[in-house]
């Protein structure tokens, strides 16, 4: 069982930055790979990134150059480093591991980017 809280959510000004959290907790050492998702209003939850246990990152095209992704395993906490945020950056925050088969999820923050 792995858990999941995010943090660090919030109402900030377009081209402003902002910085999440998740930690996690559990049996971490079992966790692959950490996602970040998102979920806009009305829309499907897309995959904004992800972070191997090796430290290596994808990124979707939409955040490519102003998101990045990071791990700090001896605190167990991924993070996501939001800079030259746009409105349509707006959404519910999600991390989510995997761990062999299984799936895990966290309860999201709201990122809300104003124009």
């Known amino acids: 069982q792995v858990q999941l809280v995010e943090s660090g959510g919030g109402l900030v000004q377009a081209g402003k930055s902002l910085r999440l959290s998740c930690a996690a907790s559990g049996s971490i050492l079992s966790i692959n790979v950490m996602y970040w998702y998102r979920q806009a209003p009305g829309k499907q939850r897309e995959l904004v990134g992800s972070?191997?246990?090796?430290?290596?990152?994808n990124y979707a095209d939409s955040v490519k150059g102003r998101f990045t992704i990071s791990r700090d395993n001896a605190e167990s906490t991924v993070y996501l480093q939001m800079d030259s945020l746009k409105p349509e950056d707006t959404g519910v925050y999600y991390c989510?591991?995997?761990?062999?088969?299984?799936?895990?999820w966290g309860q999201g923050t709201q990122v809300t980017v104003s124009s």
């Open positions: 972070i191997t246990s090796g430290g290596m990152t």
């Open positions: 989510s591991a995997t761990v062999a088969i299984f799936r895990y």
